[in-house]
């Protein structure tokens, strides 16, 4: 009897991990296909923006070879600075890249110091206000008080800043509003990039 009660728990408990290992390889399956979809999901988002500022390299370029003995010199230098543009624009867009290579891979160290959040916007505000005033979008950081500090890499908070206020004023209207702010909450700074585009 000890024997049969032995050998039913026994099987009772092969059936049982047989079932765990069943469940958990559907797991890992459903896992590996998000995994899958999102690396595809990126890939696809990455060639087409990659794509747009290499479009504007070789399209630009291109006209200017076929059109070099005909345009003027006020030509020449916008589609010269279109062409600088879209190789800014990539530079850019690899750099990230690297940086997301380096994070994924453990080898990107953060160096945290004391920053004053407020200040570190009213800045990078500066960056664009030029560009912004040529699209008639008002960049407004009265929401950012200074000496409102925060524990970041500066040069990291940086580049996120730029790129956050760089799609604003990318896709905000012309005529627009983009809003900067900077806030205490609890123990953190919450930092806020919004518009109307």
């Not at 890992?28 to 890939?43: I, Q």
């Not at 630009?60 to 800014?88: K, N």
């Not at 891979?105 to 110091?113: E, M, P, V």
Request: charged share 20%; proline share 2%.
């Amino acid at each position: 009897a000890k024997t049969q009660r032995a050998l039913e728990d026994t099987r009772h408990e092969a059936a049982r991990q047989s079932g765990y290992l069943s469940d958990l390889t559907k797991r890992l399956d459903k896992a590996s296909a998000k995994a899958d979809n999102a690396k595809t999901m990126l890939l696809r988002t990455m060639s087409h923006e990659l794509k747009t500022p290499l479009n504007a390299i070789l399209g630009f370029s291109d006209l200017m070879g076929t059109l070099a003995d005909t345009m003027g010199p006020d030509q020449v230098r916008e589609y010269a600075g279109l062409i600088h543009q879209g190789g800014c624009n990539l530079f850019k867009m690899l750099n990230q890249i690297m940086d997301l290579t380096k994070i994924s891979a453990g080898r990107y160290d953060l160096q945290k110091l004391a920053v004053d959040a407020g200040g570190m916007l009213w800045l990078a505000r500066e960056n664009f206000v030029a560009r912004a005033a040529a699209k008639d979008i008002t960049i407004n950081a009265d929401a950012c008080p200074i000496g409102l500090m925060a524990a970041a890499d500066e040069s990291v908070f940086t580049s996120m800043l730029n790129a956050l206020i760089d799609n604003a004023v990318t896709f905000t209207q012309k005529g627009g509003t983009i809003e900067l702010s900077a806030t205490l909450e609890a123990a953190n700074v919450r930092l806020a990039v919004s518009d109307n585009g």
